[in-house]
């Protein structure tokens, strides 16, 4: 039988030493950390052009363009998401720490994708692709909050079981 070694301890909170230990190494992590608010100051000021764009008829070039800059900044931080993933967890996605956020990012992605082909095939009429942008807007919203908390979580279990390294 082979013997359990600190690293392998079970998980008390978000992330296994070694998990943590990864994360806080990855290049990915900060990457993670400029694109995510990054992509929200995109959402931001999008939302205000679509808003715009419904309220009066005016803007729709503008609010067009911010809705492709917000979908690239997504596939962005999602595949460079799942990159960070692979070296902390050891897969793509769907690691059971990030697994409910990672299904919600699946509607995230689909919804923004749906705007860019309803887009570029011309379907909906612009009023009709502005409502499926703030649909998926709507999910990027709700998937942002599941982040924001996970990452509350963490910072608070990191409070709670610093990892502190031996001292001789």
Do not use: C
């Not at 990457?31 to 999008?46: E, N, R, W």
């Not at 917000?70 to 990030?98: C, H, N, R, S």
């Amino acid at each position: 039988m082979r013997s359990r070694s600190v690293s392998d301890a079970p998980r008390h909170g978000l992330y296994t030493r070694d998990q943590r230990r990864r994360r806080d190494a990855s290049p990915w992590t900060l990457v993670q950390g400029v694109l995510a608010p990054l992509q929200f100051a995109i959402f931001l000021a999008s939302l205000a052009l679509i808003a715009r764009f419904l309220a009066t008829g005016d803007g729709l070039l503008l609010a067009t363009i911010s809705i492709v800059l917000k979908t690239l900044a997504l596939y962005a931080i999602m595949i460079t998401g799942a990159v960070w993933e692979k070296e902390v967890f050891g897969q793509y996605l769907f690691a059971p720490a990030f697994f409910w956020e990672d299904v919600v990012s699946m509607g995230v992605i689909a919804l923004h994708t749906a705007y860019l082909a309803v887009l570029l095939l011309g379907l909906l009429g612009a009023r009709g692709q502005m409502i499926l942008a703030l649909a998926a807007y709507a999910t990027y919203v709700v998937n942002a909050a599941q982040f924001l908390l996970k990452l509350r979580a963490a910072r608070l279990d990191e409070r709670r079981s610093p990892m502190r390294e031996a001292t001789p």
